[in-house]
């Protein structure tokens, strides 16, 4: 069974950091582009970061170029996504998928998602 878990989650002040972690299960997360996506209370999904299988190509949404990073270790069968100068609408719910890099688009595969709160 293929699953994705998020991790590394919490509660920061603003202009903090946090290293998201996104681990699979069940399948090889080398063979396939991986994103992460995030949810704010009473607003719609949206692409934050996806990167790509083999060459390691990266997109970003404008909102959190500069100061977010998505990578893989392949090894580990994990991506990340560094987080810096971390604002407040950057609340939300984070989740991890399979994506398709260019139009930061979510496809089949999603985790159970992990909560990133910066108060105002």
């Known amino acids: 069974q293929w699953r994705l878990v998020e991790s590394g989650g919490g509660l920061v002040e603003p202009g903090g950091s946090l290293r998201l972690s996104c681990t699979a299960s069940?399948?090889?997360?080398?063979?396939?582009?991986i994103g992460w996506f995030r949810q704010a209370p009473g607003k719609e999904r949206e692409g934050v970061s996806c990167?790509?299988?083999?060459?390691?190509?990266?997109n970003y949404a404008a909102s959190v170029k500069g100061r977010f990073t998505i990578s893989r270790d392949d090894a580990k069968n994990t991506v990340y996504l560094q987080m810096n100068s971390l604002k407040a609408e950057d609340t939300a719910v984070y989740y991890c998928?399979?994506?398709?890099?260019?139009?930061?688009?979510?496809?089949?595969?999603w985790g159970q998602g992990t909560q990133v709160t910066v108060p105002s």
């Open positions: 998928a399979t994506c398709i890099v260019l139009r930061l688009q979510g496809m089949n595969y």
């Open positions: 069940g399948f090889t997360l080398q063979y396939h582009s």
């Open positions: 990167i790509s299988t083999k060459t390691g190509t990266t």
